[in-house]
């Protein structure tokens, strides 16, 4: 097994947007100062030139419902419109959302 520490210093700005609620875009860039590579287990240290970097990040959330947040199986024999006062119950409760990223 390989033992590795890896440093990373940058310097830079971003932005999101939030295209719709639950789906968002962000951009960042910048330039990356130093990076470097310590593998502890035969004392190599790398390391690289400054260098700029630029990141584009399409990010998108679910929604859970009340049951699925507790850990429980989502009744399938409900009608829809049971279940959307359900889901219209539990956002007046408060939002809870999963990340992840595309």
Same mark, same amino acid.
């Given at each position: =097994?390989?033992? @590795? ?19 968002? @875009? ?5 330039? =990356?100062?130093? !990076? ?29 419902? =009340? ?8 009744? @399938? ?6 279940? !959307? ?12 959302? @999963?990340?992840?990223?595309?």
């Amino acid at each position: =097994m390989r033992l @590795v520490d890896f440093q990373e210093i940058r310097v830079g700005a971003g932005f999101s947007w939030n295209i719709k609620p639950l789906l968002e @875009v962000n951009l960042h860039g910048g330039y =990356m100062v130093d !990076r470097a590579f310590n593998y502890h287990d035969n004392g190599i240290l790398l390391t690289s030139r400054p260098s700029p970097y630029f990141t584009f990040n399409l990010q998108a959330l679910f929604e859970l419902s =009340m049951k699925e947040r507790l850990g429980l199986r989502p009744n @399938v024999n409900n009608s829809n419109s049971q279940r !959307r006062a359900r889901a219209s119950q539990y956002r007046s409760e408060g939002d809870a959302a @999963v990340t992840r990223n595309i």
